[in-house]
T-cell receptor, first 111, second 113 residues
Framework: RKEVEQDPGPFNVPEGATVAFNCTYSNSASQSFFWYRQDCRKEPKLLMS???SGNEDGRFTAQLNRASQYISLLIRDSKLSDSATYLC????????????FGDGTTLTVKP | DAGVIQSPRHEVTEMGQEVTLRCKPI?????LFWYRQTMMRGLELLIYFNNNVPIDDSGMPEDRFSAKMPNASFSTLKIQPSEPRDSAVYFC???????????FGPGTRLTVL
């Protein structure tokens, strides 16, 4: 079993749709969690951190469920520009150290 | 403020040749990471350094791969000899000590023929 697992998709949704991605992790001692976005042929970039209380950044909402060991990303009112691969990242420390990336979920938003 | 800088951006070489990838982390960042990304295996951590010291190289695939960080502003990843299965995008990333997220460079797209 992989340490971090994501549904690879692809998710194909129309503009304006709401879409949600889940990511599960196996190490219950994991401390910090992130969502990254990677555009085609580009480097991954931090989208948002995921906090225990849940957090929101505009149309994006991230949540953490430690009991079930999963994190989620919700995108509301999706835009064409949201088309990308979304990577779930789990870190085993609060500061920089070894972290594990999921294989990513591909989202395509269509007109 | 300059981000992580990698060179070359693209490299095409023949099997058996030595390949050297270079990275300049963001100034002041204590951690430096080397990743490899392929369609089949996703993003894999190869090695990471803290204050120029290698901390974990368990992801380095085999002895053909080596990495160095002679100072805080420069690191290299060397493959000798290269093989076609080494073809991938190699990313360098850096982080400050008090943050767990990573700042990635643009990557080096390596093709070994």
């Amino acid at each position: 079993r992989k340490e971090v697992e994501q549904d690879p998709g692809p998710f194909n949704v129309p503009e304006g749709a709401t879409v949600a991605f889940n990511c599960t992790y196996s190490n219950s001692a994991s401390q910090s969690f992130f969502w990254y976005r990677q555009d085609c042929r580009k480097e991954p970039k931090l989208l948002m951190s995921v906090y225990s209380s849940g957090n929101e950044d505009g149309r994006f909402t991230a949540q953490l469920n430690r009991a079930s060991q999963y994190i989620s990303l919700l995108i509301r009112d999706s835009k064409l520009s949201d088309s990308a691969t979304y990577l779930c990242v789990v870190n085993f420390a609060f500061n920089a150290g070894k972290s594990t990336f999921g294989d990513g979920t591909t989202l395509t938003v269509k007109p | 403020d300059a981000g992580v800088i990698q060179s070359p951006r693209h490299e095409v070489t023949e099997m058996g040749q030595e390949v050297t990838l270079r990275c300049k982390p963001i100034s002041g960042h204590d951690y430096l990471f080397w990743y490899r990304q392929t369609m089949m295996r996703g993003l894999e951590l190869l090695i990471y350094f803290n204050n120029n010291v290698p901390i974990d190289d368990s992801g380095m695939p085999e002895d053909r791969f080596s990495a160095k960080m002679p100072n805080a502003s420069f690191s290299t990843l060397k493959i000798q000899p290269s093989e076609p299965r080494d073809s991938a995008v190699y990313f360098c990333a850096s982080s400050p000590a008090d943050r767990a997220d990573r700042f990635f460079g643009p990557g080096t797209r390596l093709t070994v023929l």
